[in-house]
């Protein structure tokens, strides 16, 4: 991850990411140039209050690894062609992660609250400047008007995703109703989450809960520098 110049661009990144500056770009050898993406910092005249309108560092590390491919092997979470499969982004923020799914071939829907949705739009284009094309739609964890609007222009996803999206202040029985509620019923789908460790098991132990009360398993392992305390939550059905 390399993070551009720019006016008031002056904060050391932590974590590989700097959010002051104006525009993120997340590079790799997938791609032939890089991601741009806009982020409204706390330095910023459009930053919105009590919104996530800055990069966090578990984003570059999910978007990494999906990159990277599953395991070592190319292609999506539970082995199909990014080309096949429909991705969805929760809690998207910039929407760095359904960016790199898109650009990777993947058919993209990235979604947050609504007061998150104009940086979205904002990125939508600067990613269709750069020939990656995203959807975006507004999805409040656990709105059922949300839901049956998403469901009913996209239908259901082989692959969510999510990046630092599990905190205990956070809606998350609303999350995981939404994940359950937009998820495809196939073993093939995949629920995949990026963790940040912030001294707080309970929302990721709760969120493990619900799903295995839901029929659904989980694999886990760290993601990148253990140092760094993020992980990665993969759940899929037990069909
Ligand atoms: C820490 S930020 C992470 C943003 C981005 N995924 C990243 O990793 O850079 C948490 C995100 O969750 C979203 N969020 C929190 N509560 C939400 C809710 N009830 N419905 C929809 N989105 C929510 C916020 O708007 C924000 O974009």
Partial sequence: MEVADGPGCTAKEIHGCDQRAPLIEFH???????????QRGATSESFVQG??????????????????????????????????????????????VGAACAAL?????????????PLLKRNQELLAADSVNVEVCQLDW??????SAILKEHGQFELIVGSDIILS???????????YALLARSPEARLVL???????????SNFIGWAEEAQMEVQHQELGDPD??????IFRWIL
């Fill in 28 to 38: 790799h050898a997938s791609f032939q140039r890089p991601l741009r993406l806009e």
């Fill in 194 to 204: 990026a963790f940040e460790f912030r001294e707080d098991w309970e929302g990721i």
């Fill in 169 to 179: 202040s956070f809606d998350l029985d609303k999350l995981f109703s939404s994940c």
């Fill in 105 to 117: 071939g993947a058919k993209v829907v990235l979604t947050d609250c609504g007061v998150a949705v």
């Fill in 51 to 96: 919104t996530s309108s800055v990069l966090w560092p578990a984003a570059t590390k999910l978007a990494t690894y999906l990159c990277d491919g599953d395991d070592g092997r190319p292609g999506a979470p539970g082995g199909r062609p990014w080309a096949a499969l429909s991705v969805l982004e929760v809690g998207a923020g910039l929407g760095l």
């Fill in 142 to 147: 656990g709105s059922k008007s949300d839901e």
């Fill in 228 to 233: 760094d305390e993020i992980y990665l939550y």
